[in-house]
């Protein structure tokens, strides 16, 4: 595993001259967008500790990942995954709970509309159309960042694997109410049964239900007891612990190692993974 920093900046800044001087001498590659530049660099460059400290100053934007080899994720027991891009919303997309997606999808007896969390799914979820999942096969909506949708076929191939601890839930057409033929959520039904371990950037407690969730630092590795091991029967999982800030917290999804080969094998493309570390 190793770490890639993506700086953002505007070169009109002093020290973000000099830093681009610096690039440029040493044939370090980035792209330029307009006055802005986008840079990507991992801890082992030669430059990396002189391009961090000219760089450390509030206007840069700074994203930090961790990248994992093919190896390292061909071999982990479970990964955490999550998608690459989302599209639209579910529906009825408003504010108001009563007249949104929550009230058409879950049941809001126990909702906390502070933060979130207490819904419990009765219903299938409503879009506006599919958004194109015949090409991506394996998608989903913003707002339900744990929730994923993927193609009737692609349903089948996951039956015929007989993956546990999902299932498939149709999803209809919000004009006209029906089932949409082509699409259905996959519904993760299991909860990891140990706790997830990892870097913190902030702790949120919801003052009105006592709710807490984290916000995980974006460089930070997952990691939980080997002890649990032997108790993971089942392909799917979402996380105990809620993450996120604001209102869109979510739970993390885990997926066993053959999974991921098969997403993998079957060119799944719209999913980003990383191994949970056993130890």
């Known amino acids: ?6 700086y953002f900046f505007n070169i009109n800044h002093d020290k973000c001259k000099e830093i681009l001087e610096l690039l440029n001498l040493n044939n ?3 792209t330029s967008i307009g006055d802005c530049i ?6 082992d460059n030669l430059h990396f500790a002189q391009i961090c400290k000219l760089l450390k100053h509030k206007s840069v934007s700074l994203q930090i990942r961790c990248e994992y080899s093919k190896k390292e994720l061909s071999e982990a027991k479970f990964l955490r995954i999550w998608l690459r891009r989302y599209s639209g919303y579910p529906q009825p997309e408003a504010i108001d709970v009563k007249n949104s997606y929550i009230n058409y999808t879950f049941d809001i007896k126990n909702f906390c509309i502070k933060c ?3 819904l419990v799914q009765n219903d299938s979820f409503y879009l506006k159309k599919s958004f194109n999942i015949d090409k991506i096969r394996f998608g989903g909506v913003y707002w339900v960042y744990d929730t994923f949708f993927i193609t009737t076929e692609l349903r089948d191939l996951f039956a015929k694997e007989k993956f546990t601890g999902i299932e498939f839930v149709p999803v209809k057409n919000i004009k006209t109410k029906q089932i949409v033929d082509n699409i259905v959520q ?3 039904n299991e909860i990891f049964p ?6 913190i950037e902030k702790i949120i407690d919801c003052k009105q239900c006592g ?8 460089d930070s590795e997952v990691i939980t007891s080997k002890d649990v091991l032997k108790d993971l029967d089942k392909d799917f999982y979402l996380s105990q612990e809620f993450h996120g800030d604001g209102f869109l ?3 993390s999804v885990l997926i066993s190692n053959r999974v991921y080969k098969f997403l993998i094998d079957n060119k799944i493309k719209n999913i980003c993974a990383e191994p949970i570390r056993f130890e």
């Open 116 to 118: 979130g969390s207490g």
């Open 28 to 30: 370090i590659k980035y």
């Open 1 to 6: 595993m190793k770490k890639e920093y993506h």
């Open 249 to 251: 917290c979510c739970k």
């Open 38 to 43: 986008s840079l990507r660099i991992y801890e």
């Open 211 to 218: 709710q807490k969730r984290d916000v995980m630092k974006m």
């Open 186 to 188: 996959l519904k993760i």
């Open 194 to 199: 140990a706790k997830l371990k990892y870097d």
